[in-house]
């Protein structure tokens, strides 16, 4: 499933990639709402939320990258956090994510999309991804 979704991405409008966590994220989400519950996804889940809540650094998760390598980081743990944070972009801004994905696809930096075309900083959707998944699920 994870790999439809890579290939629909990589065909819609454009072969640019998303940042490493939001193209791995976003597969991994679709994986989960269409495949549902399965072993693999809810330890990616239980992984992503032991770093959060350990204190991980999840602004470092967001500069791992395929081309040098860094990409999925240690104990995979940029596949974890990608597929929450996407999770929680498309639940609090479905209508924001889409444009900041038609942006990024259409080549605007992703930091700079996430502002103009999702509404947030780096910075802000950090602080709200991080203190929702310290006390939630």
Not at 63 to 74: C, E
Not at 102 to 111: C, G, R, T, Y
């Amino acid at each position: 499933m994870r790999e439809t979704v890579h290939g629909f991405m990589h065909r819609l409008r454009t072969p640019r990639r998303l940042p490493a966590w939001a193209n791995e994220g976003l597969g991994g989400h679709f994986a989960a709402v269409l495949l549902g519950g399965s072993a693999v996804e809810r330890e990616r889940r239980e992984r992503a939320l032991e770093f959060i809540r350990g204190g991980g650094n999840v602004n470092a998760v967001l500069d791992l990258s395929f081309q040098d390598g860094s990409w999925p980081g240690r104990n995979a743990v940029g596949d974890a956090v990608g597929c929450l944070l996407v999770e929680l972009m498309i639940r609090d801004r479905p209508e924001g994510f889409r444009r900041w994905v038609l942006a990024v696809k259409a080549d605007k930096p992703w930091e700079q999309a996430l502002i103009e075309d999702f509404g947030a900083s780096r910075a802000a959707l950090l602080d709200v991804f991080t203190q929702y998944y310290r006390v939630n699920d």
